[in-house]
């Protein structure tokens, strides 16, 4: 039994001819039980076959969904399940509430110091080798040194993707002129860590393939210097030498990256500089706390964000078939703090093909910078397209 129904007939249309033509009486049928919306002949109850199912689902609990992290929340608590090779029309429809804002810098620098604390967690391997590192082929693990720490000639590391090589010192970190690093047997310079406690710098020519980080100094390189990696400083400034190169490190990080993988420079506190034009940097960017100055900006391949960009919120909103996204479907919205507590549209339409019966389609979100609330009120209406 329907839970209601509504007669209508289309539009009268006078021809040339004389004639007079009306289309087909019809009635809409809708049933809770089956949240379906059928047209029917005005005779049968659900339809004759001849007509398109739509099918509505609105969330009766009325309820807001807090959406607080980077793993896609399922905010309708209305998946449905479809019939198989069917194209679905996706429509969905609500608003979000930007809760709290969080600073893009602040959260790259809790990153950075976030990485530090797990590198010097790390269990040392090496203790024992001399403060001087060049001219030798090293294996994966966790080199220590009580002082400063520096590389000449050519040190060359051997060992997979995944194996990763961390130097850590507590002093200052230096090469020399010409110094090289070198990866072979599959070693990616995304897993290769110089950690310094104080300054760190590179001498001039130098090829370095890794990432280089200094915990209460600065970070810099000498002139025509190649950087296969990353330069960051929690606590400094971050200068780089005329004519040098910084490209995106290869492979992928065995350790957690979180937003400082858009970045090629960063700073905690501090200024950063390129006293060359000719500088070109493949990624962004960026510092919590001071000014970025000499760069050009069609040189650099990302971001310029510098100390006191706006504090954003980041929401994400997508299509999911069976817990995997839907290809395009994710749609982004960016908000700046002065948006904290109010209210935005989410407006999702999308395709989704049906491969396999019962599979289920629902909405998901999720945020990368600060906090959301999708709701109370939210309807998905889904409608067959075509057969594939």
């Known amino acids: 039994m329907s839970d209601f129904t509504q007669d209508f007939r289309s539009q009268r249309r006078n021809y040339q001819d004389g004639t007079t033509r009306v289309n087909q009486i019809g009635r809409l049928w809708y049933d809770s039980n089956t949240n379906s919306l059928r047209i029917s002949d005005g005779e049968t109850p659900g339809g004759n076959g001849l007509c398109t199912r739509i099918i509505a689902k609105r969330d009766n609990n009325d309820t807001s969904v807090a959406i607080t992290s980077s793993t896609p929340t399922i905010i309708t608590g209305m998946t449905q399940a479809v019939p198989d090779n069917v194209q679905q029309l996706v429509n969905f429809n609500s608003q979000f509430t930007v809760n709290t804002t969080s600073s893009e810098t602040a959260q790259v620098k809790a990153d950075l110091i976030a990485l530090y604390d797990r590198l010097v967690a790390l269990t040392a391997t090496v203790t024992d080798h001399a403060a001087t590192h060049g001219s030798e082929t090293l294996g994966p693990g966790v080199?220590?040194?009580?002082?400063?720490?520096?590389?000449?000639?050519?040190?060359?590391?051997?060992?997979?993707?995944?194996?990763?090589?961390?130097?850590?010192?507590?002093?200052?970190?230096?090469?020399?002129?010409?110094?090289?690093?070198?990866?072979?047997?599959?070693?990616?310079?995304?897993?290769?860590?110089?950690?310094?406690?104080?300054?760190?710098?590179?001498?001039?020519?130098?090829?370095?393939?890794?990432?280089?980080?200094?915990?209460?100094?600065?970070?810099?390189?000498?002139?025509?210097?190649?950087?296969?990696?990353?330069?960051?400083?929690?606590s400094g400034a971050v200068g780089i030498g005329a004519a040098s190169i910084v490209t995106a490190p290869t492979g992928t990080s065995v350790q957690a990256l979180g937003t400082l993988d858009s970045f090629n420079l960063f700073t905690g506190t501090g200024a950063v500089s390129t006293t060359g034009t000719d500088t070109t940097v493949a990624l962004g960017i960026g510092t919590n706390s001071g000014n970025i100055t000499g760069f050009v900006v069609a040189n650099v391949g990302g971001n310029i964000v510098p100390g006191g960009a706006p504090n954003i919120a980041e929401f994400h909103v997508g299509v999911y078939i069976d817990g995997v996204v839907v290809p395009d479907s994710i749609r982004t919205s960016h908000r700046s703090a002065d948006h904290e507590g109010s209210e935005h549209p989410i407006v999702l339409q999308t395709v989704a093909d049906i491969s396999v019966e019962g599979q289920t389609i629902d909405i998901r979100a999720y945020n990368t910078l600060g906090t959301c609330t999708v709701g109370p009120g939210m309807i998905m209406v889904l409608t067959p397209v075509t057969t594939l």
Request: some cysteine.
């Open 143 to 234: 080199y220590t040194t009580a002082g400063a720490m520096n590389i000449t000639g050519t040190l060359t590391l051997n060992g997979s993707a995944t194996d990763l090589f961390v130097f850590r010192c507590a002093g200052a970190f230096t090469t020399g002129a010409s110094a090289e690093v070198i990866l072979t047997g599959g070693a990616v310079s995304s897993n290769v860590w110089i950690v310094a406690e104080g300054a760190a710098s590179t001498g001039a020519s130098t090829v370095f393939r890794g990432n280089i980080m200094a915990n209460t100094a600065a970070v810099s390189t000498g002139a025509s210097t190649s950087i296969e990696g990353r330069m960051m400083a929690i």
